[in-house]
């Protein structure tokens, strides 16, 4: 067990990434109970964005310099196509029975996927992404490589923005009024499709710091890679409570710290070493889901901004 | 310019016809001496012959196609001829392998080793040997056990290293023999480790 | 409550719909068959798209190129030959539905492929069925040919319709084993597979001979070949002594394993076999692919003269992309199909036998006595429709390539 501190920096990291995603989940559903499942594509074309600037740029650039703006393209391009979406594919069936703006995500989803597939050059396979030069940063008990740095730094900050928005601001308040009572809200004034796209918009801006932040720790962007991210983020907003940001965020720690438990510690226990290991692990986080759903069916942090259920 | 070929003109191969080049016998040249116009004449045929021959190394058609010899791995067969009757030596294991190469392509085996550092190897005939084109060699090989705390037992894919020589190249190679060898070399391990003493 | 009990039937539906929605898609590059000649298909199945679809597309070009050198050498008098190329996207599922459409397909003369091991399995059976003769480049899998039990001796051929022209692992795991303990004097190793058929049969050879030599398995694991996080694991490994790691698997989840166990602080090479020999490995890899080893079959192109040939046509061919581990293989395979028509179309006064089955049935037999020179050496099977060159090499990545650093030859 004593790698026990390292183990946990892994989970996390990997936790606060799914976290990062699984806020675009939980703000949509909070807001129009819809599960947006073209989420994860949002995520994916984030993370092409991000790498289109950085082989624009000349090459020798320091990544460092390059960030920044590749932060900005991963945004712009994730949020053009989930505000797009919004309006093309979602508000018109905003009264339509529920099955059918869920249905038309599955079908967006695969579209934006083989769309990417087909037309970005190269994308048939994995395309690599800059990685930072050197060794990992330790830190004693545990090391991180420099990839994860941007993740480390990028999450927290993310939350803080997103609670204080939330809560401090104008748009933050009219959008928890949208979440409890959207025709009351209405009523008061607040203009309820723009604050639906705000809602849209800030999902598909963390999905794209969470694509860089992906990009950065596992060297490259694949046109798939918003499958397994995205079902993995959903599955964390549902354990932290789905409508909850801070439960998204909590979700994906838990999470992440499972899969990161179950791969390194499961094996070790007797009779148990069949049942263990990497191939295991989604075994284990599902189990989790199922035990936390069975005793706490509204997540883990219940259902703070939303659920009119 | 191809070794078969004709020496190509240098410099001062038209001014000196004596010169190797032109193949013609300079101790009769110097017997004719006197006789000058016999000079001009054999000087003259030899610098016709020599230009000839500059001429035709110049345009002759880059060395005649003859395509390199393949890569010695690729013509070489090894194949396993089955473990020699017990020498008596205590810890060794002597077996045949017999070694063809394609027609017409001569390959030389440099060394035959093996890749265990518990095992040592000697042949009969001793490496360099080299084996005539399409023509097959019996090679006798011995492996004495060196380390029994070290050897592996039952290895499941023995081979021999070979160093393999011809006009092309010099390969260093595995070769992986079948035909029971993995089994005998076992069992030979396992006989003369049998008393774990050394 | 009505929210939560739609919430999960929809979760479910949609898990589902997304899992079987795995995008395939179809690739056909035919060209129109010669006035009054036979058309022959040969039918192909690779990964074309997806993450192993450097490879696939690889072995699809090299067909090709076959193809297209056959019809214009005019190879089989009165026989045009066309390809068919179907993409199984790596699953098992997908190249046996493919299996079936190309045995309905009455010109279908004969099948070039799989890439992946469990999905060649999966389609032996259609193609014994309907006696139509497969060939795979790149198949490695020792039980396709000699049957479960092929390691106690018990050696069953389960196919005669199967053939393959690249050697199996029962060679590559147990050669990398040897090269490790014996050269690189490297004794505990930590191995970890996909549990695919490919990956786990190839550690298993791997550590069974690493066992026997004398050396220690001080750790094992499986991962999921979809995933791209394996920090658990890394750090697993670097808390281990292991002085390297062998991978059983594929690159495109072996790169990322292997760079993530050097950036989790163990630096040591990951030794894999034929399916980490792409250059994509070190592309995605970067510089932490630097000083991995990977075995692969056959010999090194550059000591193979007949290759030479086939390199430079297929740069003039003017092919996306390289040709890859199993391009010359692949044109092997194409052109032992098309030798296998010749042989039948000359038995018969120059037409193929007008009964498809019949057609179909004397190839696989013709099949079996195929023998040429081939890209990759002589070309030819033995009586479990192995290969019998039977080649192997080790190449280190030094300096951003594969570099060969040792070959073998198995005599056996």
Known sequence: MNDLPQQLANGLLLGALYGLIAIGYTMVYGIVQLINFAHGEIFMIGGFGALTVFLWLPSGTSLLLALPLMILMAMACSVLVAVGAERFAYRPLRNAPRLAPLITAIGLSIALQQAIWAFYPDATKSRPFPEFEGGRLDFGAFAISRGDLFLLIAAPLCMITLGVFVSKTRTGRAMQATSQDPDTAKLMGINTDRIIVTAFAIGAAFAAIAAVAHGLKYGEVNFKMGFIAGLKAFTAAVLGGIGNIYGAMIGGLVLGLAEAMATAYIENIPGMSQLGGGAWKDVWAFVLLILVLLLRPQGLLGARVSDRA | MSGIGPVEPGEDTYQHPAAPAAGATPSRVRHVVPARHRRKAVLAAVATLATGVGVYAVNAPEPPPAPPPPWPSQVVGFAYAGASPDDGHAGAFTFGVSISTEPGRRVTVDAITQPSAALAVSTEPSAPFTVPAGKSRDVTVTVYVLDCGEVPRNSGLPFLEVTLRNERAVQKQSRILGGGYPEDLGAAIGRACADPAP | ?412
């Open chain 3, 1 to 412: 409550m009505r929210h939560r009990s739609l919430f999960i039937v929809t979760t479910a539906v949609t898990v589902g719909a997304l899992t079987l929605s795995a995008c395939g898609s179809r690739d056909d590059s035919s060209e129109g068959g010669g006035g009054g000649k036979t058309t022959v298909v040969i039918g192909l199945d690779a990964p074309l798209t997806g993450d192993l679809s450097a490879l696939g597309q690889g072995i699809k070009n090299s067909a090709d190129l076959a193809v297209k050198t056959a019809n214009k050498n005019n190879e089989v008098e009165g026989v045009t030959f066309k390809l068919e190329s179907l993409d199984d996207v790596a699953q098992a599922a997908t190249g046996q539905q493919n299996a079936t459409k190309l045995v309905g397909n009455q010109d279908v003369m004969g099948v070039v492929g799989p890439l992946n091991s469990d999905v060649g399995q999966a389609m032996q059976k259609v193609f014994a069925n309907d006696n139509l003769v497969q060939v795979s480049p790149a198949n490695t899998n020792p039980e396709m040919t000699q049957g479960k039990d092929w390691q106690t001796g018990k050696k069953v051929r389960g196919f005669d319709t199967y053939f393959r022209t690249a050697t199996t692992d029962a060679i590559q795991g147990p050669y990398a084993a040897q090269f490790m303990f014996n050269e690189k004097k490297l004794k505990n190793v930590y191995v970890i597979d996909d549990k695919k058929t490919y990956g786990a049969g190839l550690a298993a050879t791997f550590s069974t001979e690493f066992k026997k030599l004398g050396g220690k398995v001080v750790g094992t694991d499986h991962i999921n070949p979809d995933d791209k996080d394996f920090s658990s694991v890394a750090s697993k490994v670097a808390q281990t002594k292991a002085d390297f790691v062998y991978y059983g698997g594929e690159y495109p989840a072996g790169a990322p394993l292997a760079s993530q166990i050097k950036n989790a602080g163990a630096k040591i090479p990951t030794v894999g076999g034929d399916a980490l020999f792409s250059a994509e490995y070190i592309k995605l890899g970067k510089k932490n692919s630097e000083g991995d080893f990977a075995s692969s079959v056959g010999a090194p192109l550059e000591t193979l003269d007949t290759a030479k040939k086939f390199i430079a046509d297929y740069s003039a061919g003017g092919y996306d992309g390289a040709f890859e581990a199993y391009g010359g293989y692949s044109y092997d395979s194409t052109w032992a199909i098309i030798q296998a028509v010749k042989a039948v179309v000359e038995k018969n006064d120059g037409k193929l036998p007008s009964d498809v089955k019949d057609a179909r049935k004397q190839i696989t037999e013709a099949m079996q006595d195929v023998k040429f020179d081939g890209v990759t050496g002589t070309v030819g099977f033995d009586e479990y429709g192995d290969t019998i060159n039977k080649q192997l090499s080790l190449y280190e990545v030094k300096g951003g390539k594969h570099v060969p650093v040792k070959t073998g030859v198995f005599e056996g």
